[in-house]
């Protein structure tokens, strides 16, 4: 289940080879590829050959003539097959299907708590992505599916793990209850990784150190970094909220330690504070309405929030250093202020040489962005070496 965001295909067979290197989408002759691989001309035939009667490769015209036959061009078939992107939130479930470029063919949506249980949801889920293969006459093309959710995944198993939001699903075979559905691999991830993958994606292509950052209910991270997504030993590697701020030492977080930058800064925190100064807020929707409207109080403590993060995220510029920071979320959406006070604490107690090109923005993929993660994820994983090279064992 690993995301090959930059993966290399050295030791892979040829056919593979020429994938990986088709994937970025620029046509190709046969000459080229035997150029770039160092592979004779007969072989690289027959591997191309084998990857356009797979389907992922085809010939799309002639490249200009210098006298002599032109040679044909062959580069990846992105609507031979598809990928299915699912998104579940706290609240809603989203479902896409997308071809291999990442183009969102087709997308559905629907009103469910998460606390439904997985059956209700997946239930949802696997009705919903059969009428849409049905519907698009791709039954047969589906790859893999990508499935973000609302809370920590084990990255090797796919499984939630103690989620806070989400009863009855801790440790539940989401893979597999959707691999029986649709006899594909299923790649699960959390919220916050999808919505990164979804974000680089589509805003910021050939960024290879980024960070999305997503202020709502909680508060989390996902990193990319030289162009991996970075999940750490068991999948939690970006879980900003539950660092340490001494600021907060006596107030408890949810997690039941207390200090965590997520009970000082998330959207409830703000709210509660908000409460106490006589504002009737429950939620970070609530909050974000209240700054929009200009009120001073939800704009000051908004940019304090922001003060906060933006501590935590001084570290993580010193230690991964980013080309991009941005700023997600209900809240980061509401104004300019959340970003604002991130900024002001980051460009100030950082190094100079590690802000100078440092883009700190507010996120530009909106509700998209975790969808299209999600068939990122798919993407990457059923377009592996290791995948291709299994189709074309199982094709001869």
Known sequence: MADVTAQDSLGTPAATDLFQILRDGRPRTRSELSGITGLARSTVAARVDSLVRLGLVSPIGNAVSTGGRPSSQFAINTGSRVVLGVDIGASHARIAIADLSGTLLDQQAVEIEVSQGPEAVLGWVASAGRAMLESHGTADGLL???????GPVEHAT?????????????????????????????????????????????????????????????????????????????GIAGDLGHIYVPS?????????????????????????GLRERGHHVESSRDVADLVRAGNTDAVQAVREAGRTIGEVLTACVSLINPAVIVLGGTLAHAGEHLLAGVREVVYRRSMPLATSDLQIVQARSGANAAIQG?????????????????MLQAQS
């Open 144 to 150: 893999a599916v990508g499935v973000g959710l609302p």
């Open 248 to 272: 907060g030492k006596d107030i408890v977080c949810r997690c039941g330690n207390a200090g965590c930058l997520e009970a000082i800064a998330a959207g409830p925190a703000i709210a509660r």
């Open 374 to 390: 999600a068939t990122m994820l798919a993407i990457h994983h059923a377009l592996s070496p290791a995948r291709v090279d299994a």
């Open 158 to 234: 796919g499984r939630p793990i103690d989620p806070p939001i989400m009863p009855g699903w801790d440790r539940y075979d989401v893979p597999a209850h959707l691999a029986s559905e649709f006899d594909v691999p299923v790649l699960v991830d959390n919220d916050v990784n999808i919505m990164a993958l979804g974000e680089r994606d589509m805003s910021w292509p050939g960024v290879d150190h980024f960070i999305f950052v997503k202020v709502a209910t909680g508060i989390g991270s996902g990193v990319i970094s030289g162009g991996y997504l970075q999940r750490g030993a068991q």
